[in-house]
């Protein structure tokens, strides 16, 4: 590869050495897909730690192809591969510190976080939703509100029928017919 000086490398690096890398070179360029580093292993990290030496040697290599997996990824990608402070990553044993953004690019001047898209015909349709979703809720009030006088109406017509029916039941009472 053109921007580093030797073909082969070996640097020891910990495991949270290549975080930093990742969000230098993720906030560096934005609109650029970045391989994202390996997932951390937290139960593999804990047993390490609890046991001794070669005892978990497994867990190590596996960390270890999938960091060197991530690495050749990044060394490979046409436009991240050129970036400085990967090469000093690989290329040197010290800690490197990603460089504060110095405001310069013109995507750092446009605030790219602050950024909002604006769309009028989804905005419109959002518009109309909301009305549509306002006379949905007054439709479902006055339904629920004409159900319950529907509940009261049948109470009472069924009380009126009971009552007519023991109206209809009563004796003849000579001295209402005159």
């Given at each position: 590869l053109?921007?580093?000086?030797?073909?082969?490398?070996?640097?020891?690096?910990?495991?949270?050495?290549?975080?930093?890398?990742?969000?230098?070179?993720e906030?560096?360029?934005p609109?650029?897909?970045?391989?994202?580093?390996?997932?951390?292993?937290?139960?593999?990290?804990?047993?390490?730690?609890?046991?001794?030496?070669?005892?978990?040697?497994?867990?190590?290599?596996?960390?270890?192809?999938?960091?060197?997996?991530?690495?050749?990824?990044?060394a490979?990608?046409?436009?991240?591969?050129?970036?400085?402070?990967?090469?000093?990553?690989?290329?040197?044993?010290?800690?490197?510190?990603?460089?504060k953004?110095?405001?310069?690019?013109?995507?750092?001047?446009?605030?790219?976080?602050?950024?909002?898209?604006?769309?009028?015909?989804?905005?419109?349709?959002?518009?109309?939703?909301?009305?549509?979703?306002?006379?949905?809720?007054?439709?479902?009030?006055?339904?629920?509100?004409?159900?319950?006088?529907r509940?009261?109406?049948?109470?009472?017509?069924?009380?009126?029928?009971?009552?007519?029916s023991?109206?209809?039941?009563?004796e003849?009472?000579?001295?209402?017919?005159?």
């Open positions: 053109p921007p580093f000086r030797h073909h082969d490398f070996s640097v020891k690096r910990r495991y949270i050495d290549f975080f930093p890398l990742y969000k230098h070179l906030g560096e360029y609109g650029v897909i970045v391989p994202p580093p390996p997932p951390k292993d937290a139960i593999g990290t804990s047993i390490t730690k609890l046991k001794s030496g070669g005892e978990n040697s497994s867990f190590i290599e596996r960390r270890a192809q999938a960091l060197d997996r991530f690495m050749h990824r990044i490979a990608h046409p436009v991240l591969h050129g970036d400085p402070i990967l090469r000093n990553f690989v290329e040197s044993s010290d800690k490197i510190q990603p460089p953004s110095s405001g310069n690019s013109l995507l750092s001047a446009l605030k790219l976080g602050s950024f909002v898209e604006t769309d009028e015909w989804f905005d419109q349709k959002v518009k109309e939703i909301d009305l549509l979703e306002t006379q949905l809720k007054k439709l479902h009030g006055a339904t629920e509100g004409l159900v319950n006088r509940k009261e109406l049948s109470t009472s017509v069924m009380s009126f029928v009971e009552s007519f023991t109206l209809s039941n009563a003849d009472v000579q001295a209402l017919s005159k």
